[in-house]
């Protein structure tokens, strides 16, 4: 079962869930675009029985009470800021972290910024942002799954995604998420403000979002069918960490990895933090 929490923050107040014991190893979750901290809940709650303190915010945009509404609101400090803000509130002086999509590409940032507060890392699906990069720059086949990046910053996104019932923004998930969590994620973005702060997400500028080697341990999972990350800048990944790295290739499994292979997932995350730290 997991928990409710609200989080405060100089940037304001974070939805989150949680399970776990309260002094039980701190681990952090990170969701990506379009969802919220639910897509976590498989594995907040099953790492919250084996006795971590699992916990997974509303990031920002998602949470109502921090959805700045200018795109420049969404930059790398704040994005990595807005963690060690959530962390300090919550008394972790070190955590675990794990972030999948948006959540996948802050947790590379944070592990750069300030390995000293991560025990290990774990990104779900995203790549270091380095290997994307490179990817980005020397594979077509990935310049074209990327480019919905750049029709995504189009004033006329928000109305074409929330137009019949939101079905163009229901056709992202493929039909491989849960119902319930899609209809949760609909009626979230749907609120006034939320798809447009979700979508800063794509629009901010980003100057200082280069990264560079990760000396933190880190687990890397990625789903063969990824629709808009490939296998060039996956296994890529491996030259931008230094530290203790594994990577996951799980065959015939899309973006929407928590959802799609949970359980396999859980496991992986739990090895990985087993082999990395104390185990609760």
Same mark, same amino acid.
């Given at each position: 079962?997991?928990?409710?929490? @609200?989080?405060?923050?100089?940037?304001?107040?974070?939805?989150?869930?949680?399970?776990?014991?309260?002094?039980? #190893?701190?681990?952090?979750?990170?969701?990506?675009?379009?969802?919220?901290?639910?897509? +976590?809940?498989?594995?907040?709650?099953?790492? *919250?029985?084996?006795?971590? @303190?699992?916990?997974?915010?509303?990031? =920002?945009?998602?949470?109502?009470?921090? #959805?700045?509404?200018?795109? /420049?609101?969404?930059?790398?400090?704040?994005?990595?800021?807005?963690?060690?803000?959530?962390?300090? %509130?919550?008394? +972790?002086? =070190? !955590?675990?972290?794990?972030?999948? /999509?948006?959540?996948?590409?802050?947790?590379? +940032?944070?592990?750069?910024?300030?390995?000293?507060?991560?025990?290990?890392?774990? $990104?779900? $699906?995203?790549?270091?942002?380095?290997?994307? *990069?490179?990817?980005?720059?020397?594979?077509?086949?990935?310049?074209? #799954?990327?480019?919905?990046?750049?029709?995504? @910053?189009?004033?006329?996104?928000?109305? #074409? !995604?929330?137009? /019949? /019932?939101?079905?163009?923004? =229901?056709?992202?998930?493929?039909?491989?998420?849960?119902? @319930?969590?899609?209809?949760? !994620?609909?009626?979230?973005?749907?609120?006034?403000?939320?798809?447009?702060?979700?979508? &800063?997400?794509?629009?901010?500028?980003?100057?200082?979002? %280069?990264?560079?080697?990760?000396?933190?341990?880190?687990?890397?999972?990625?789903?063969?069918?990824?629709?808009?990350?490939?296998?060039?800048?996956?296994? *890529?990944?491996?030259?931008?960490?230094?530290?203790?790295? $594994? !990577?996951?290739?799980?065959?015939?499994?899309?973006?929407?990895?928590?959802?799609? %292979?949970?359980?396999?997932?859980? $496991?992986?995350?739990?090895?990985?933090? &087993?082999?990395?730290?104390?185990?609760?």
């Amino acid at each position: 079962m997991t928990e409710h929490l @609200r989080i405060p923050s100089p940037a304001g107040v974070f939805d989150a869930i949680a399970a776990g014991p309260v002094d039980g #190893r701190p681990l952090l979750f990170l969701h990506g675009f379009p969802q919220t901290a639910i897509v +976590w809940e498989e594995q907040v709650a099953a790492l *919250g029985d084996r006795g971590f @303190r699992a916990v997974a915010p509303d990031t =920002r945009g998602y949470s109502p009470g921090v #959805r700045p509404a200018h795109a /420049d609101a969404y930059g790398v400090g704040e994005l990595v800021g807005d963690v060690l803000a959530v962390a300090d %509130a919550l008394g +972790w002086d =070190r !955590f675990d972290l794990v972030g999948h /999509d948006w959540g996948g590409a802050i947790a590379w +940032w944070t592990a750069a910024r300030h390995a000293e507060r991560l025990r290990t890392l774990t $990104s779900v $699906s995203t790549p270091h942002p380095g290997a994307l *990069g490179e990817a980005y720059r020397i594979d077509a086949d990935q310049r074209r #799954r990327s480019q919905y990046q750049q029709d995504w @910053r189009s004033p006329d996104t928000e109305a #074409r !995604f929330l137009a /019949d /019932d939101a079905a163009l923004l =229901r056709s992202l998930y493929q039909g491989k998420v849960p119902d @319930r969590h899609v209809d949760a !994620f609909v009626r979230r973005l749907s609120e006034p403000g939320a798809l447009s702060a979700a979508l &800063n997400y794509y629009r901010a500028d980003r100057p200082d979002a %280069a990264v560079g080697k990760i000396q933190v341990p880190a687990l890397y999972v990625w789903g063969t069918e990824d629709i808009a990350l490939g296998s060039t800048a996956a296994h *890529g990944t491996e030259e931008w960490v230094s530290g203790p790295y $594994s !990577f996951h290739a799980l065959q015939g499994i899309g973006h929407w990895v928590p959802e799609e %292979a949970s359980e396999t997932l859980t $496991s992986l995350i739990a090895d990985h933090l &087993n082999q990395h730290g104390p185990t609760p």
